[in-house]
């Protein structure tokens, strides 16, 4: 396989991995902000009870969406790879630290928040491959 086709193969494999992380945090985001009194106490059994907390749960979905912009920009536009790259690696590495955090402060939640945590660390980690291919790529440090 000729050079431009290796690197070709590359930004395909980036691509897809962006839209899959994209896909994937909508339904997640929805769930914490879109009504949160419903899918968190049927989820977590989570009392959303407060303007405050709905405000916040809500915050944390435009957080998350706004996230879902910028690795679909990254999946499309090639200058925005890199930075759609480490977006991708700091929010997921960053989540599962925390609940690593919470696991070891706290216990063992709930089952889904266990696989979000897995998910999490896989996710960032293959970000971090793919940024440092990227980066190899365009001959940068």
């Known amino acids: 396989?000729?050079?431009?086709?290796?690197?070709?193969?590359?930004?395909?494999?980036?691509?897809?991995?962006?839209?899959?992380?994209?896909?994937?945090?909508?339904?997640?985001?929805?769930?914490?902000?879109?009504?949160?009194s419903l899918t968190l106490d049927a989820l977590f059994g989570i009392n959303v009870d407060t303007i405050n907390l709905t405000h916040i749960m809500r915050a944390v979905m435009g957080l998350y969406l706004g996230m879902v912009m910028l690795w679909l920009l990254g999946a499309f536009r090639k200058?925005?790879?890199?930075?759609?790259?480490?977006?991708?690696?700091?929010?997921?590495?960053?989540?599962?630290?925390?609940?690593?955090?919470?696991?070891?402060?706290?216990?063992?939640p709930h089952w889904l928040l266990i696989v979000y945590a897995v998910l999490e660390i896989a996710l960032g980690l293959v970000a971090v491959h793919l940024l440092r291919q990227h980066r190899a790529e365009v001959g940068a440090p």
Do not use: W
């Not at 086709?5 to 879109?34: D, E, H, Q, W």
């Not at 925005?80 to 216990?107: H, K, T, W, Y």
């Open 1 to 36: 396989m000729n050079k431009s086709m290796k690197i070709m193969n590359k930004s395909m494999k980036t691509r897809a991995f962006l839209i899959f992380c994209a896909v994937g945090l909508v339904p997640i985001a929805l769930g914490y902000g879109a009504k949160p």
């Open 79 to 108: 200058s925005m790879e890199g930075p759609a790259l480490v977006a991708c690696a700091v929010f997921m590495l960053g989540l599962a630290v925390g609940r690593i955090l919470s696991f070891v402060m706290d216990g063992l």
